[in-house]
T-cell receptor, first 115, second 116 residues
Framework: DTGVSQNPRHKITKRGQNVTFRCDPI?????LYWYRQTLGQGPEFLTY????????KSRLLSDRFSAERPKGSFSTLEIQRTEQGDSAMYLC?????????????FGSGTRLTVV | AQKVTQAQTEISVVEKEDVTLDCVYE???????LFWYKQPPSGELVFLIR??????QNEISGRYSWNFQKSTSSFNFTITASQVVDSAVYFC?????????????FGKGTRLSVIA
């Protein structure tokens, strides 16, 4: 299966701890996106990459959040000093080169619970 | 700025009824794409349809149909003869098309419950 893979599926952490999530996109996809989804809301854009370059960051991405995509392959999203408000589902998606509007594929997400 | 509005937060229907989910969007771009995704209780986002801004033809896929009207900036989704398996949260989304796949902007979703 060559879908988008996210690890871990679930993470419970204590407030103040750091957490890191990983996303492995579809191998030929050059764009990778991170979204956050809280209960009862739609996914909200956090940041995205084209290859290894981070093209855009949402204002939702506070200084405690950092994302990387070394070598343009997998990506990591780190949250430092977690707060209870960070509890959410973190979704990753990827899309390939070619015509715009095609090929967004989402992973199953990482559900973060901050206690 | 782009915006997607799904005014219906929750809808309940009895099995076999038809149901329409509304989506209204805002964008200043002339070229854009509209999407519908389904999110069942398991949480993954399942792609349903993609429509570009130059194609206003309605589309039908089995029990699903979509009505795109640029004049009213709407992209509504109808499920005919609903089934219990259709119960999920449905999201409408929008992306620009000027420079490759820009990030999707999602609505807040409509939770559909189909009762047997």
């Amino acid at each position: 299966d060559t879908g988008v893979s996210q690890n871990p599926r679930h993470k419970i952490t204590k407030r103040g701890q750091n957490v890191t999530f990983r996303c492995d996109p579809i191998s030929e996809h050059n764009r990778l996106y991170w979204y956050r989804q809280t209960l009862g809301q739609g996914p909200e854009f956090l940041t995205y990459f084209q290859n290894e370059a981070q093209l855009e960051k949402s204002r939702l991405l506070s200084d405690r959040f950092s994302a990387e995509r070394p070598k343009g392959s997998f990506s990591t999203l780190e949250i430092q000093r977690t707060e209870q408000g960070d509890s959410a589902m973190y979704l990753c998606a990827s899309s390939g080169p070619g015509r715009a509007g095609y090929g967004y594929t989402f992973g199953s997400g990482t559900r973060l619970t901050v206690v | 700025a782009q915006k997607v509005t799904q005014a219906q937060t929750e809808i309940s229907v009895v099995e076999k009824e038809d149901v329409t989910l509304d989506c209204v969007y805002e964008t200043r771009d002339t070229t854009y794409y509209l999407f519908w995704y389904k999110q069942p209780p398991s949480g993954e986002l399942v792609f349903l349809i993609r429509r570009n801004s130059f194609d206003e033809q309605n589309e039908i896929s089995g029990r699903y149909s979509w009505n795109f009207q640029k004049s009213t900036s709407s992209f509504n989704f109808t499920i005919t003869a609903s089934q219990v398996v259709d119960s999920a949260v449905y999201f409408c989304a929008l992306s620009e098309a000027n420079s490759g796949n820009t990030p999707l902007v999602f609505g807040k979703g409509t939770r559909l419950s189909v009762i047997a």
